[in-house]
């Protein structure tokens, strides 16, 4: 039973078919660490995590620190224009995710130390449950990681070295989870493509 909807995979299909999307694989990982802004996803996330992880490991014959950052939809929710944004609790906003993941990551920068963690990466995926509930579809959830993660290089500067969008589809039940990557995988999204190709989409 696919958990990707048709419309989903679809467009998963096109990024990859354009060059938007390129397996992780192909790029040489840093052997400095990673924060990672994710979805907290109870099913997706946990493998994704372990993935990387082992892959960092085959690639650099070291381990990786990764530190996660999670919240509900992923780093779309930094965003301002994102519809998940604001958190609230009984009516009240209490927080807006820019400030709360903006406030995380200078946290990591005082405990780990820049020689741990230099990279950021925002990784958005599909599915998500947050995107679903708010009608958020994948391009809009993509487009608004970009913008948030803009921001995010602006807000600290020069304070890490990468900054890199690193999408994960839970692709269980289409041909593609037969691959040697499995069902749960690891992309990098190149953003000049990604965007010519959202321009052409009715998002
Ligand atoms: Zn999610």
Redesign the pocket.
């Known amino acids: 039973m696919p958990v990707m909807t048709e419309e989903e995979y679809g467009a998963f299909r096109k990024m990859r078919d354009a060059g938007a999307l390129i397996p992780i694989e192909e790029e040489r990982l840093p052997r400095s660490g990673w924060a990672k802004i994710m979805?907290?996803?109870g099913d997706?996330?946990p493998p994704i995590i372990a993935a990387y992880k082992s892959l960092a490991q085959r690639v650099n014959g070291e381990d990786t620190c990764t530190h996660p950052i999670t919240v509900?939809?992923?780093p779309a929710a930094g965003c301002s224009a994102s519809a998940f944004h604001r958190l609230s609790f009984k009516g009240s906003e209490i927080v807006r995710f820019d400030e709360f993941i903006w406030g995380r990551l200078e946290g990591i920068l005082k405990i780990k130390t820049s020689e741990r963690v230099k990279n950021v990466a925002y990784m958005p995926?599909c599915?998500?449950?947050?995107?679903r509930e708010t009608g958020t579809s994948i391009w809009t959830n993509f487009l608004h990681t970009g913008l948030f993660k803009d921001q995010t290089r602006a807000v600290f500067p020069k304070m890490f070295q990468n900054h890199k969008i690193l999408p994960f589809f839970n692709l269980t039940g289409y041909p593609e989870a037969d691959d040697p990557m499995g069902p749960h995988q690891l992309w990098l999204l190149r953003r000049i493509e990604f965007e010519r190709l959202a321009e052409k989409q009715n998002v």
């Open positions: 979805c907290g996803d997706d996330t509900e939809g992923g995926h599915k998500c449950g947050m995107c």
